[in-house]
């Protein structure tokens, strides 16, 4: 089991006498074992290391303040500077779906949530935010990924394409765009197809499709748990498709969290929600503190 932060930066400062400002040998060991803790939550080494630079030139100096010990005052300066990294701006849950139909293109690599993650999309909306919303399959590979929405969209009641098999990835979105616009839809979102990795081809196929809808959101869905990847896949579609959002899947499970802050700190995109189990309202608004809190431990 991971150790809390707090006790060990209690031992680290249990041999030291208390002070009235916090020295620089006192941070230097305390951020000793602030950057193990951050490895351990899964921040990749160089995120850690400017994290690290960050904190210390905040707590170089501060005053301990009476009713915290020395530990507790430099878990709140990283706590607070965590926040800071991990928090976009704006509201994270709010989509930019006015103008209707607005297209969502979700995008991601197959395995990561994505199908679950846009039936989980279109229920919010549908329920919190009373919009029409329609739903399109693109992954003409699959056949089984195309029913799999279906599905999901009888289980929540939101209205999906029909499938006409033989048509494009972009044959489909267009029909996606004509239907929603005619059906008086506020929403549409378009699953695309996902990979096992990334490739050149699916990057055409989903810049292809972003061209034809201009989508208003473009959310990238990825494991939460696969760390330091979902961070490389975040950069590959930022560069070839561009993305507006990350929504981070499986933090129900038993990581730390520290991809959300590699993934801040490298992409500086907003991370929006975060999936946190199969059901389809296991969909959170993502909160910086919650994430903090985590990787902290
Ligand atoms: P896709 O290939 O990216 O479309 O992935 P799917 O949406 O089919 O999801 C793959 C599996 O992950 C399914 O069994 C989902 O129920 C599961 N899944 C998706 N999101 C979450 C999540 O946030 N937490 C957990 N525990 N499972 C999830």
Redesign the pocket.
């Known amino acids: 089991m991971f150790e809390n932060l707090s006790e060990r930066l209690g031992g680290v400062f249990d041999r030291l006498t208390k002070q009235g400002a916090l020295s620089e040998e006192d941070v230097r060991s305390a951020l000793r074992e602030v950057r193990v803790a951050l490895l351990e939550a899964d921040v990749s080494l160089p995120v850690a290391r400017d994290f690290i630079k960050r904190v210390e030139t905040k707590a170089t100096g501060a005053a301990v303040t009476k009713s915290v010990t020395p530990g507790q005052q430099v878990v709140k300066i990283v706590h607070d500077e965590l926040v800071a990294v991990l928090r976009g701006e704006g509201d994270p849950g709010a989509l930019k779906i006015d103008n209707p139909p607005a297209p969502i293109l979700m995008v ?11 039936a ?1 999309i279109a229920k919010r909306l549908k329920e919190r935010e009373k919009k029409r919303v329609l739903m399109a399959s693109l992954d003409t590979n699959r056949p089984a ?1 195309m029913e ?1 929405l279906a599905i999901l969209g009888q289980q929540i009641g939101v209205d999906v394409l029909p499938i006409v098999k033989g048509e494009s990835a972009v044959q489909i979105a267009r029909r996606a765009k004509s239907q929603a616009t005619l059906g008086g839809y506020d929403v549409y979102l378009l ?1 695309t197809a ?1 990979r096992l990795q990334i490739d050149e081809v699916l990057m055409a196929e989903v810049a292809e499709v972003r061209d034809v809808v201009h989508p208003r959101e473009t959310l990238l ?1 990825v494991d ?1 748990l696969t760390g330091q990847v979902a961070v490389e896949v975040a950069q590959e579609f930022d560069a070839k498709v561009g993305i507006t959002g990350v929504v981070l ?5 038993d990581g730390r969290g520290g991809a959300a802050l590699s993934m801040r700190a490298v992409t500086g995109k907003p991370i929006r929600f ?5 059901k389809l309202d ?2 959170e608004t993502f909160e910086p503190e919650r994430i903090a809190g985590r990787i902290l431990g």
């Open positions: 991601g690599l197959q395995g990561g949530g994505k199908t679950t993650t846009t989980k990924a799999q699953d996902g869905v939460g899947t499986r933090m129900d499970g975060v999936g946190t189990g199969e296991a969909l």
